[in-house]
């Protein structure tokens, strides 16, 4: 069972903004084959980190506004957030070791559950 949630414009700032972990958003669509290829590496970071890191998708199809606010401009797009805040983004299918240092960077001291 994967640990990676799926939300949604009306949830996107009580999920992510208001969340006290770091969280992941990776921005998708369905029929977007790069997006396919890394929804089993985001799965495997929900995994990894799963104590120190939330990991939620949303589908660009279905939830323009917060893709829009965003500017994501090419999917997959994966975002980073702190404290509300974007602190990081990673365009493209990406290897789980890029996808894994880059959230590193912003996981407290060594979080890996």
């Given at each position: 069972m994967s640990k990676v949630v799926e939300i949604s414009d009306?949830?996107?700032k009580q999920e992510v903004l208001e969340s006290s972990?770091?969280?992941?958003?990776?921005?998708w669509a369905p029929w977007c084959g790069p997006c396919r290829m890394v929804a089993p590496v985001v799965s495997e970071i929900a995994e990894l980190y799963e104590s120190t890191v939330k990991v939620v998708k949303i589908?660009?199809?279905?939830?323009?506004?917060?893709?829009s606010q965003y500017g994501i401009r090419s999917i997959p797009t994966l975002m980073i957030f702190v404290g509300g805040q974007r602190v990081d983004t990673v365009v493209g299918a990406v290897p789980k070791s890029t996808l894994a240092s880059t959230l590193e960077k912003y996981i407290p001291e060594?979080?890996?559950a």
């Open positions: 009306a949830n996107f972990l770091p969280v992941l958003v990776d921005f589908n660009t199809d279905e939830n323009p506004n917060v893709a060594n979080g890996i």
